[in-house]
């Protein structure tokens, strides 16, 4: 998150700009959602005004929103960290949102890649890709000097085509690769997902208003997603033992029960792990073991 020392300009809205399709469109509306703000509701507004949070949001294709931030005309957006460094735009993320998870690999032709073919072996050759940006920062970075064909869309076919030697493309269980003849190679390009972007020097002078609030909002329902809330009552003598179960994250809140011999004890427990911490408590003399879910917090 960026330092909240700057100085905020309250005079106009919070200009947020979200994806207005795609796979990060919904996962990224149901987040402001469950940050307080207000959301669209028809898929064809363009603008809407959040007078109540001090916000604006401009729904946007996500390739364009890293460009308009980078630009100053917003202040913040949600995009996805391939397309925020494929367009070269003067923006830098902020934070992770753990959605729209993503891995770019270079891949050619099976039988080369069987043969050892590597990222030094595309020196003079054609990569096909959608980000072409990307794509070419990742080669001129590695030493590698190859042209970069820019398609938009599938690029599978394009080696079967002659359009290149190898693409460069997103990569989920590889079958659609596997049925164009191609296997991949080479580490991993980028692991994207959904990241939030200010512009670069958005740490100036002059802060833009709202910003540590989103982020904030933001920061408490990512941390609400990844915990529950666990309360139970253990005899006193086992007390110790199961503040060691749940630490939570500062420290367990105890209080004394009406039985001397009891105490209630709440904390905050990593949601992977509830079904074995709540065994645990159980097998130490707790009972009264109560979840609840965590719909928002501040850390």
């Known amino acids: ?3 909240t020392s700057a100085s905020a300009d309250t005079s106009q809205p919070l200009r947020i700009a979200v994806p207005n399709k795609g796979s990060l469109s919904e996962p990224a509306a ?3 959602r469950e940050a307080g703000y207000a959301t669209r509701r028809e898929g064809r507004e363009l603008v809407l005004a959040d007078p109540e949070n001090g916000a604006e949001f401009f729904f946007l294709r996500p390739r364009d929103i890293a460009v308009y931030v980078g630009s100053g005309t917003l202040d913040v957006g949600i995009t996805g960290r391939d397309l925020l460094l494929d367009s070269r735009a003067e923006a830098d993320e902020v934070m992770q949102l753990g959605f729209g998870a993503s891995t770019f690999r270079f891949a050619g032709p099976a039988a080369q890649v069987s ?7 595309l020196d003079g050759q054609r990569v096909a890709t959608s980000y072409a940006g990307l794509v070419a920062d990742h080669l001129a970075a590695a030493g590698v000097s190859a042209e970069v064909v820019r398609l938009d869309g599938a690029v599978e076919t394009a080696v079967q085509l002659g359009v290149a030697d190898a693409i460069a493309d997103v990569v989920e269980t590889g079958s659609t690769l596997r049925s164009a003849g191609l296997a991949v190679f080479g580490e991993p390009i980028l692991r994207s997902e959904a990241v939030v972007i200010t512009r670069r020097g958005a ?3 002059v802060r833009p208003a709202g910003l540590d609030v989103l982020l904030r909002r933001i920061q408490g329902v ?3 997603r990844q915990y529950v809330m666990v309360d139970y009552d253990v005899p006193r003598e ?4 199961a503040c060691a179960l749940t630490p939570g994250l500062e420290s367990p809140t105890v209080a004394p029960l009406a039985d001397p011999a009891w105490a209630a004890v709440r904390a905050m427990v990593p949601r992977a792990t509830t079904n ?3 065994d645990e408590l159980y097998d130490l003399g707790a009972r009264a073991i109560l979840v609840t879910t965590i719909h928002a917090c501040r850390l």
Request: glycine share 12%; aromatic share 0%.
């Open 203 to 205: 740490d100036g002078p």
């Open 30 to 32: 149901q987040l402001l």
């Open 1 to 3: 998150m960026t330092s």
């Open 222 to 224: 990512l941390v609400a």
């Open 115 to 121: 043969c050892g073919l590597d990222v030094a072996g």
């Open 276 to 278: 074995k911490v709540m």
């Open 238 to 241: 086992h007390l110790d033992d």
